[in-house]
């Protein structure tokens, strides 16, 4: 991708809609039939960045990446790509974005050094030997048969074609199914590279540590609502921790109390050690400054703190009730939305 096609005028905006996001998406709704998919979705993606959508399957990841990309057309609410409304996603914009669907469909009966060819045909200019390049990273063979491959390597060749124009926009579900570890890593390191190019990426996943690892921003998603939006640092300041400790001149019993008084702490077992001390298992999901504040006066022996599980804390997300204002609210805009766009 050039500098210019960074830099070159962007269409005129409407209200409300962000002259630094590659993505502005506001109250996007979609519905099939009785089933809402997306119920008034929100979020911006400001140019140059990394944003994850986390979600559990049937959530409505895909169904937002389609909507951005005209493939379906929302119910109601609007979407700006790249300056430009959805609706009006035409080929020129289309040259502009990398897409890789999370159910890729390929021709069999053609290698993939051809069918790359085909699609830079369609996509614009690839630079020389960048596809060669991009397929040597990820350990694949161009000249294989389409049919022959595994579901890996048809991952691969659909991860060449969304990167190979190097677009403005890369837009990626569930990039790394199918994908070894090693090539998660390295496909995570290509995101990180398109980044630091200057390039946006949305990507979707139900796999929380590769959301952790690429994004700058994190959508969590769940029945087709956006729960919370935050930095990855964000999301690990108030993850769970685990944690032990160990006391003397203290009863396991006054532990367990003066733990359980203490914000964002859930003692999950104290004990009596062989030596005699207490000992606390517990969780932390607040800050950890104020938390060792509060135990400073205890005659600590040993403290453990885990790294802060930012899965666990994602699931608590998807699992909790939802608010009962937000409940009722999504009720009335439901009532009120009767006609379904074609």
């Known amino acids: 991708m050039s500098h210019d096609a960074l830099t070159q005028p962007r269409a005129v905006l409407g209200p409300g809609q962000a002259p630094d ?43 937002i990446m389609r909507a951005l990309l005209d493939i379906i057309r929302p119910t109601s609410g609007h979407a700006t790509v790249l300056g430009t409304p959805s609706r009006n996603a035409g080929p020129e914009l289309r040259r502009r974005i990398g897409y890789l669907p999370g159910e890729l469909i390929l021709e069999g009966r053609t290698s993939g050094r051809r ?42 060749l659909g991860i060449v074609q ?21 090539m998660q890593q390295e496909f995570l390191k290509m995101v990180r590279e398109a980044r630091d190019r ?49 006391a003397s001149g203290i009863r396991p019993t006054d532990l367990a109390a003066a733990l359980g008084a203490l914000e964002g702490v859930t003692t999950l077992e104290c004990t009596v050690t ?13 800050e950890i400054a104020p938390f060792l504040q509060a135990i400073s006066t205890l005659q600590l022996k040993d403290l453990m703190l885990e790294e802060p599980d930012l899965e666990e804390s994602v699931l608590k997300l998807y699992s909790a009730p939802m608010p009962a204002a937000a409940a009722a609210g999504l009720a009335r805009h439901a009532d009120a939305q009767t006609d379904v766009t074609k």
């Open 274 to 286: 062989p030596a005699g001390d207490a000992e606390a298992v517990a969780t932390l999901s607040s």
């Open 198 to 246: 200057g390039q946006t990426v949305f990507l979707s996943s139900h796999v929380i540590s590769e959301i952790q690892q690429a994004a700058d921003e994190v959508a969590i998603l769940r029945d087709g609502r956006i729960v919370t939006i935050n930095s990855v640092e964000e999301l690990r300041t108030t993850a769970i921790r685990h944690l032990r400790l160990v």
């Open 21 to 63: 996001a590659a993505i502005d998406v506001v109250d996007l709704v979609k519905q099939f039939g009785r089933n809402r998919a997306l119920n008034g979705v929100t979020f911006q993606v400001p140019r140059g960045s990394v944003f994850g959508v986390i979600g559990p399957n049937g959530a409505g990841k895909t169904t």
């Open 115 to 156: 069918l790359l060819a085909h699609y830079a045909d369609i996509s614009g200019p690839v630079a020389a030997g960048h596809v060669h390049e991009l397929a040597e990273r990820l350990g694949f063979d161009l000249d294989r048969p389409v049919r022959k491959l595994s579901k890996g390597n048809k991952q691969k």
């Open 162 to 182: 969304a990167f190979m124009h190097q677009p403005e926009l890369l837009v990626l579900d569930e990039p790394t199914s199918g994908l070894d570890p090693l």
